[in-house]
Structures are given as C-alpha cells and as structure tokens.
Nanobody, 125 residues
Framework: VQLQASGGGLVQAGGSLRLSCAAS????????MGWFRQAPGKEREFVAG????????TYTESVKGRFTSSRDNAKRTVYLQMNSLKPEDTAVYYC???????????????????WGQGTLVTVSS
C-alpha cells in the first residue's frame, strides 16, 4: 500500500489541524494504521493508531484527550484530528500501515510495513 499524508501547516498554540493519510493499492481495511512523529533532534515516536475496522484506537499519553484518530475505509483514508496543539507537538508527522496487526494497534514502528512521506506540523507559541 502507498500512503500520502497531508494537512500539516503552521498553527498557533491552542489551535487545531486535521491530518489525512490517503492510501492507494492493496486492501485498505487489511491494515491497522498508525501515526508517528519526529521532532528535530529527537527519535521518531508513536502518536496514535487505529485498528483495521476502527474499533480500537490508542494514543501516546501526551496527546490523549487532544488528538483523535479515525478512518474511512470506503475513502481509503485515515485521519488525525489534533486539537489544543502545543509547541511540543511540532514535528514531521508520518502515517504508516501495519499488515500484521489484527484487532490490535501496535506502537512499535518496526511493525509497520509502509510509510507515507510525512507532513510538517509547526505550532507557534
């Protein structure tokens, strides 16, 4: 599956953005989807994930209550709604597809088979 992330941009602290990740090729509902981010000088970290049918979502602690992951399998797209953004959310955000996870969401990046190109989110203070 090929992934194309979009929706990043510059926003003030407290603002919102919605990231989208469109998939092509493969059967989209066969993949659990994850969002990761990498800030300058830091390692990539798991942000959020959603199971194949969208019944299970999981988030890293720092974004719980602010970020929401959802998916529309008919549109072959996964979303990350980001509210109450903070300067520490500034990073390149990547979407990724996991063909192995069934009924779960894996936080480990190595489990993901396909990655999008990343979209930059900058939150100003």
């Amino acid at each position: 599956v090929q992934l194309q992330a979009s929706g990043g941009g510059l926003v003030q602290a407290g603002g919102s953005l919605r990231l989208s990740c469109a998939a092509s090729g493969g059967t989209f509902s066969n993949y659990a989807m994850g969002w990761f981010r990498q800030a300058p000088g830091k390692e990539r970290e798991f942000v959020a994930g959603i199971s194949r049918l969208g019944r299970i979502t999981t988030y890293t602690e720092s974004v719980k209550g602010r970020f929401t992951s959802s998916r529309d399998n008919a549109k072959r797209t996964v979303y990350l709604q980001m509210n109450s953004l903070k300067p520490e959310d500034t990073a390149v955000y990547y979407c990724a597809a996991d063909a192995q996870a069934l009924g779960v969401v894996v936080r480990r990046g190595a489990s993901y088979n396909s990655w999008g190109q990343g979209t930059l989110v900058t939150v100003s203070s």
